[in-house]
């Protein structure tokens, strides 16, 4: 699963074989959820404070999630993302 972003212990990741609605992956400590792109819905098991700092990522980087989103569908080379800071 290509890797698109880290920071804070959080990893976020997109498949390539996926399946609608477009969303992405979350682990953090052994926890994990999806992210759906476009509404920020999070699915899953994740402390409070990693799902704040997922969803304060999320709603910087919505246009580059959607970009990859179709890059996976496309079997296409992911893009990184810029991290949270």
């Known amino acids: 699963m290509p890797e698109i972003s880290r920071f804070f212990g959080i ?3 997109m498949y390539h074989r996926e399946h609608g ?3 992405f992956h979350v682990r953090y400590a052994g926890h994990r959820a999806t992210v759906r792109i476009e509404d920020g ?6 402390p409070r404070r ?5 969803l304060e990522w999320w ?3 919505r246009d580059e999630l959607d ?3 179709e ?3 496309q079997k296409r080379p ?3 993302i810029q991290p949270l800071e």
Request: proline share 10%; glycine share 4%; no cysteine.
């Open 11 to 13: 990893v976020i990741t």
């Open 21 to 23: 609605p477009p969303h």
């Open 41 to 46: 819905f999070v699915e899953g098991e994740l």
């Open 50 to 54: 990693a799902v704040s700092l997922v």
């Open 59 to 61: 709603n910087m980087h």
């Open 67 to 69: 970009d990859n989103w």
């Open 71 to 73: 890059r996976a569908l």
């Open 78 to 80: 992911l893009e990184p």
